[in-house]
């Protein structure tokens, strides 16, 4: 069974810093493009950042641009996200997600809470 | 960015009627377009990829049509599991999400 395991999250102060990992297991890691997906209480999906299978291409929305940096750990079948510099609009749940970089989002992870905040 | 525009906001519909829900990019996106399912504190659901191609267990009453800017999702006979936030998004260029519908009983 594909599963996506998210951790990391908690609440943390404006500036903060936190990192959350995605812990894959179900399918050969490798091949897969990986995504952050996050949901602010309340609203809608707002697309964070995708890397791709090779690891060498990457991209980020404007709002988290220069702040967050995803990478990935193959040997470890794990997706992460270092975010930096937390604001209050980064409150909100991070998906992972299978796909991204001009694919479609597959499977989902159950999400983990960032909560910014003083 | 390609922006999404999902309409309507929200759809009131009684169970065994049909939902029509509109996605518009604004700029083409080919065929690269999906859909998905929400439902409360849950993670969403990808029902369709490919603006047409539905997921497999995916029930054939969701049916997913158009191309380049103009999409539609149709379920054509509400069930009362189907009552949920809907959302488009593009994968011709990066990622972006529409607003999401809301359907709810009516």
């Known amino acids: 069974e594909v599963q996506l395991l998210e951790s990391g999250g908690g609440l943390v102060q404006p500036g903060g810093s936190l990192r959350l990992s995605c812990a894959a297991s179900?399918?050969?890691?490798?091949?897969?493009?990986l995504s952050w997906v996050r949901q602010a209480p309340g609203k809608g999906l707002e697309w964070v950042s995708s890397?791709?299978?090779?690891?060498?291409?990457?991209n980020y929305a404007d709002s988290v641009k220069g702040r967050f940096t995803i990478s990935r750990d193959n040997s470890k079948s794990t997706l992460y996200m270092q975010m930096d510099n937390l604001i209050a609009d980064d409150t909100a749940v991070y998906y992972c997600?299978?796909?991204?970089?001009?694919?479609?989002?597959?499977?989902w992870g159950q999400g983990t809470m960032v909560t910014v905040s003083s | 960015e390609i922006v999404m525009t999902q309409s309507p906001a929200t759809l009131s519909v009684s169970p065994g009627e049909r939902a029509t829900l509109s996605c518009r990019a604004s700029q083409s996106v080919s065929s690269n377009l999906a859909w998905y399912q929400q439902k409360p504190g849950r993670a969403p659901r990808l029902l369709i990829y490919?603006?047409?191609t539905r997921v497999t267990g995916i029930p054939a009453r969701f049916s997913g049509s158009g191309s380049g800017t103009e999409f539609t999702l149709t379920i054509s006979s509400l069930q009362s599991e189907d009552f949920a936030i809907y959302y488009c998004q593009q994968y011709n260029n990066w990622a972006t999400f529409g607003q999401g519908t809301k359907v709810e009983i009516k």
């Open positions: 490919g603006a047409a």
């Open positions: 890397i791709r299978a090779g690891s060498d291409s990457t």
């Open positions: 997600a299978t796909g991204g970089g001009n694919d479609n989002f597959d499977v």
């Open positions: 179900g399918f050969i890691f490798n091949n897969y493009a």
